[in-house]
Structures are given as C-alpha cells and as structure tokens.
C-alpha cells in the first residue's frame, strides 16, 4: 500500500518561515515527478512547486523568490521551504508524487497539512 505522508505544517506570523516534508513509502518502483499544491477555502487546488526526478524545479508565481523545493531521492522525501510567509499562503498544502508500480504509474496524493500565517 503507497503512502505519502506530511509533516510541518503549523501556524506563523507574517514574515516568518516553515519547512513541510513529504515521505512516500510503500511498493513502489521509482518516484518520477513530485510537487507541493495548496488549496486555501473557497478555492481550488493550486500548483504550488513541482520537482523532476532530475531535481529540475519550477514555482507558481506567487511563491517565487520566496519557496523552495527539493528532494532527498535516497529517502524517497520532498522538501518545501518556504520564507516570508504571508497571510495569503494560508491553506491546506498537499503532496503529490508521480508513482511507478510494477507494470504502471499513478499519480498520488498525502493527506495534508495546514499552514496558516497571520498578519
């Protein structure tokens, strides 16, 4: 059974900073992509940074500047750092990984883990 769980959420001033990580585990062959999205009441789910199996990276507008993804590959783990939070990256920040499993590959979600930043 795949699993992908988070941790790191929690609550922050404005300004401030927080470190989410995602750990796939399971019976899984190769992690391909990876990514971080949010999605805040009332709206939908959003890409917020994604992660190739060969580390290249790309960030939503929003973000950039200001978070950073990374990957351990070794502990099949994904990073998101983010700085100078602001109250509008407050939402449910969710993980999701590009699976391979045998013979096919799915597209997997965590649970997810709340972030909120006050001004």
Avoid at 68 to 96: G, W
């Amino acid at each position: 059974q795949v699993q992908l769980v988070e941790s790191g959420g929690g609550s922050v001033q404005a300004g401030g900073s927080l470190g989410l990580s995602c750990v796939v585990s399971g019976s899984i062959i190769s992690i391909n992509a990876m990514g971080w999205y949010r999605q805040a009441p009332g709206k939908q789910r959003e890409l917020v940074a994604g992660i190739t199996s060969g580390s290249s990276t790309n960030y939503a507008d929003p973000v950039k500047g200001r978070f950073t993804i990374s990957r351990a590959n070794a502990k099949n783990t994904v990073y998101l750092k983010m700085n100078n939070l602001k109250p509008e990256d407050t939402a449910v920040y969710y993980c999701n990984a590009d699976l391979r499993l045998g013979s096919h590959r799915s597209a997997y979600w965590g649970q997810g883990t709340q972030v909120t930043v006050s001004s």
